[in-house]
C-alpha cells in the first residue's frame, strides 16, 4: 500500500509517494499552475510515470493548499453568505465586522441580531427568538446559499446554534450551508464571529479544490485512494469535513512542513524554517506537533481565535531578489517566484536572486555557477549577511529562553541559508528536505479536539481532567483514527479569575494514526 501527498505552494507543488514503512518511494515538485487543478493533476502524473506501481495499491492520497488563505487574502471567489447573531439586546451595542475591511464586508449580503445567547456559565440571556429567527431566514431565502450563525458563549452552551441550523435547513432547504461559531473558534465572541463568516463564505473555494483533487486522481486513474486534506493543526480532515470547514486549512503548508520536519528528522522539539521560492515560514514543532498560537491572528486584514499555528511569515526565499537602494543592499520581499528558472542569473535569466548569492558564493551547486561570476562578491557578501540577520531575527522571536535552540531547514529555498546561525546548537538539513510540506501531508495522524469551561467547584479537577481526555480520544477515533494509537498531544488548563468560582478553560487535543481502508 501507498501513500500520495500533495502540496501547493505559490511557487511550487510538491508531491510524494510513501509506502507502507513510511519511507519515501519517491518525490519531485512542478510548477504551481495559475488554476492549481493543473499543476496537481502534472504533479500527480509526474510523480507515477515511470514506475511499477500498481495505481490501485494507493489506497490514501492527501492535498495540502492555500487556496482558501488566497480567497480571503485576494477577496475573491467568496460564496455569498448571510449572518444571524444570538445575542441581542447583550450584543447590540456591537455591530457585525465592524473592524474588517471595507472591500471585505461585501460578501457578507445579509444580517440580522435576535434575541438569544448565553451567559458564562451556560444560563440565558434571553429566551431564543424563534419567529425573528424564521421571518430573517423568509426574506433571505433564494439569495444566499451559505448561512453564518455566531451566539455568545456558544462554545459553553451549543443549543441556540443548533436549534437555529435546524429552522435554516426546515426554511432554506437541506442543502443550505450552515457555519456554527461553536464548532470553529474558541471564547472571545467578535473573534470567534468574524471566523464564522469567514468559513461560510469559503466553501465554494473548498467544493473546487476537493473536487479537483477528487477529478485529478480520477484522471490518473487513482481510483482506490481514500481522499484526505490538510488541516492547521497538523492533522488530516475528510474531503467532507473540508468542505465543511474549510478555513481549517487555512496555514496547512506550514505545519505540514513542521510536521514533515519532526519526521524526517527524528526531532521532537525544534525550531522549522521552511523556506520557499517566496516566503520563510518560521514555527516550532512542540511535541512532535505545531506549536498553536495563544494570540489572536489576523487573516487577510480580520482578526479570529480558531486554531492557527504559531508562525512567523518573512519576505525571503530562493526567488527573492537582490537589489541595492540607497547603498543599501535589500533582499525581497519581491520575487520572481514560480518564474525562478526562467528570470534567475543561474537559469539564464537577468535578475539577482537569493538563489543565485547563494551560489555566487560557493554555498549552493543549482543551475549554472558560471553564469553568477559577474556579481560582485563583496555584493554577494553584503547579501549574505542581511539574509542571515532576517533569519536570526525571526528565529529569536520564536525562542522562548535564551538559550540555543535545534533549527530543521527544509524547503526548495533552504539552500540560502548559511551555516552556524547564531542562537542555534544544531541546524539540520535531512533528506528530502525540499517536499516536507508534501511528506507533512502524506504521514499526518488524526486529531480530536475538547475544549470547554470547566467548573472545579463542581467537579474535582482529576476526575474533569480524565473525563476531558476520554472525549478528546473519541474526537480522534470519529474522525478516523485507530484508538490504539491515540495519545494525548496537548492539555491547557488555565484558570479564569475573571469568573466566579473556581473555573477553568479546558482544552486537551489527542491524534492518531490514520485507519487503512
Not at 17 to 33: H, M, P, R, Y
Not at 128 to 151: H, N, P, W, Y
Not at 201 to 230: C, H, M, P, W
Not at 452 to 462: A, C, I, K, N, T
Request: a negative charge.
Amino acid at each position: 500500500m501507498f501513500k500520495l501527498g500533495i502540496d501547493v505552494g505559490g511557487t511550487n507543488t510538491d508531491a510524494v509517494l510513501i509506502n507502507s514503512d513510511l519511507q519515501v518511494v519517491k518525490s519531485l515538485k512542478v510548477a504551481t499552475s495559475l488554476d492549481i487543478y493543473s499543476g496537481i493533476t502534472e504533479a500527480i502524473h509526474e510523480i507515477l510515470k515511470d514506475t511499477d506501481i500498481d495505481r490501485g495499491s494507493i489506497t490514501q492520497a492527501m492535498l495540502g493548499t492555500t487556496q482558501c488563505t488566497n480567497a480571503i487574502v485576494e477577496r475573491k471567489k467568496l460564496a455569498p453568505v448571510a449572518l444571524l447573531r444570538l445575542g441581542a439586546p447583550a450584543m447590540l451595542g456591537i455591530a457585525p465586522m465592524i473592524d474588517w475591511p471595507q472591500e471585505l464586508k461585501g460578501f457578507v449580503v445579509a444580517q440580522e441580531s435576535v434575541a438569544g445567547g448565553y451567559e458564562y456559565d451556560g444560563k440565558e440571556i434571553a429566551p431564543l427568538d424563534t419567529e425573528a429567527i424564521r421571518s430573517f431566514f423568509q426574506r433571505i431565502k433564494g439569495s444566499v446559499s451559505s448561512i453564518a450563525i455566531s451566539c455568545i458563549f456558544s462554545p459553553v452552551r451549543r443549543e441556540h446554534e443548533d436549534i437555529c441550523a435546524d429552522i435554516a435547513k426546515e426554511i432554506l432547504g437541506k442543502d443550505i450551508i450552515v457555519s456554527k461559531s461553536s464548532e470553529i473558534g474558541s471564547l472571545s465572541f467578535i473573534e470567534r464571529e468574524n471566523a464564522t463568516i469567514l468559513n461560510a463564505g469559503l466553501y465554494e473555494v473548498a467544493r473546487s479544490f476537493t473536487d479537483g483533487f477528487a477529478k485529478s486522481l480520477q484522471e490518473e486513474q487513482v481510483t482506490n485512494a481514500s481522499i484526505y486534506l490538510s488541516q492547521n493543526d497538523g492533522t488530516l480532515m475528510t474531503m467532507e469535513y473540508a468542505k465543511k470547514y474549510p478555513i481549517l486549512t487555512i496555514a496547512c503548508g506550514p505545519t505540514n512542513s513542521i510536521r514533515g520536519a519532526a519526521y524526517l528528522s527524528g526531532l521532537q522539539n525544534a525550531i522549522v524554517a521552511d523556506l520557499g521560492g517566496t516566503t520563510t515560514d518560521i514555527g516550532v514543532i512542540q511535541n512532535g506537533f505545531p506549536r498553536e498560537s495563544s494570540v489572536a491572528v489576523s487573516i487577510g486584514g480580520v482578526r479570529t481565535n480558531f486554531r492557527m499555528p504559531d508562525v512567523i511569515s518573512i519576505g525571503l526565499g530562493g526567488g527573492s531578489i537582490v537589489r541595492e537602494v540607497n547603498g543599501e543592499v535589500q533582499v525581497g520581499p519581491e520575487s520572481v517566484g514560480y518564474a525562478i528558472r526562467k528570470k534567475a542569473k543561474v537559469f539564464g535569466g537577468d535578475t539577482i536572486t537569493a538563489t543565485d548569492i547563494a551560489v555566487r558564493l560557493g554555498m549552493a551547486d543549482v543551475g549554472d555557477a558560471a553564469l553568477t561570476k559577474d556579481i560582485d562578491m563583496a555584493f554577494a557578501k553584503r547579501a549574505m549577511a542581511v539574509i542571515r540577520e532576517m533569519l536570526e531575527d525571526s528565529i529569536d522571536r520564536m525562542k522562548i529562553s535564551s538559550q540555543d535552540v535545534d533549527l530543521v531547514l527544509v524547503g526548495g529555498g533552504s539552500v540560502i541559508v548559511p551555516k552556524q546561525l547564531a542562537g542555534c546548537r544544531l541546524e539540520a538539513k535531512p533528506e528530502h528536505f525540499g517536499v516536507a510540506n508534501a511528506i507533512g501531508a502524506a504521514i499526518s495522524k488524526v486529531s480530536g479536539t475538547w475544549e470547554q469551561l470547566v467548573s472545579y467547584d463542581e467537579v474535582p479537577r482529576e476526575e474533569a481532567i480524565e473525563k476531558a481526555k476520554a472525549e478528546a480520544v473519541d474526537l480522534a477515533v470519529e474522525a478516523g483514527a485507530i484508538r490504539e494509537t491515540v495519545q494525548i498531544i496537548d492539555m491547557e488548563d488555565v484558570p479564569l479569575a475573571y469568573y466566579p468560582g473556581n473555573t477553568s478553560r479546558l482544552k486537551i487535543r489527542a491524534a492518531g494514526d490514520l485507519k487503512s481502508e
